[in-house]
């Protein structure tokens, strides 16, 4: 008996026509990755830079109200000094009196209640010093109710007997009228204030410098 072999056609696809095929090319999934990478980069830099920059703000703004704290302080008991000149009572000097290397400036203040205002000797010695990064206030004779306490911590170190400059690079810069009748502070400080601010810190640790003429309405050069 006679063996049938069947042989089975095996059906290839043709690629004659490859609109028909529906596939994608190396070029086109390269591309496609670039673009996304792209993408997700902008992204993560953006919120890169955002987060920095609000760091960057509430650090300086901790500052400025650090500094800003230190500047009402001293406004407030400047306005209330008093003192002659003339008679070795003056309002306003530099701190301390005593020869020696100055650290801030003080000013007499009458705690007394009554007041005594033709009598110096019993006024109060309120003084602002700055030691190392912290600036402080204290008070020496009838200090009735005043509060000795540090003030700020974000000051960078050093007094200076100047005009706050341009470009400062101490913290504390005290100028008392040759009269007692009024003083130039200026205050520099920074989030870290230990570490010197650079191109590359200046949002991480951000400086601020703030100045002003502090005037005593009670001093006397007649």
Excluded: W
């Excluded at 650090?59 to 008991?77: G, P």
């Excluded at 040759?178 to 650079?198: I, M, W």
């Amino acid at each position: 008996m006679a063996k049938t072999i069947k042989i089975t056609q095996l059906k290839f696809l043709s690629f004659k026509n490859p609109k028909n095929i529906k596939a994608v090319s190396l070029v086109e999934l390269m591309v496609s990755i670039a673009v996304v990478g792209t993408m997700v980069l902008s992204f993560y830099s953006l919120e890169t830079y955002s987060h920095q920059q609000v760091i960057s703000a509430d650090r300086r703004t901790k500052v400025q109200n650090s500094l800003s704290f230190c500047m009402e302080h001293m406004t407030k008991y400047v306005q209330q000094a008093g003192g002659n000149n003339n008679i070795n009572y003056p309002a306003i000097t530099l701190y301390p009196v005593a020869s020696g290397t100055k650290t801030g400036f003080q000013i007499r203040v009458d705690f007394n209640s009554p007041q005594t205002p033709a009598d110096f000797s019993d006024d109060a010695l309120v003084y602002y010093t700055l030691a190392g990064n912290t600036l402080s206030t204290g008070c020496t004779g009838t200090c009735g109710t005043f509060l000795s306490e540090d003030l700020s911590s974000k000051i960078v170190a050093n007094f200076n007997n100047s005009v706050l400059p341009d470009s400062p690079t101490d913290g504390f810069y005290v100028v008392v009228d040759s009269s007692g009748n009024f003083v130039d502070v200026g205050l520099v400080g920074r989030y870290t204030p230990a570490e010197v601010t650079t191109p590359a810190t200046r949002l991480t640790n951000p400086q601020v410098a703030m100045k002003t003429r502090l005037i005593c309405n009670n001093s006397s050069t007649n």
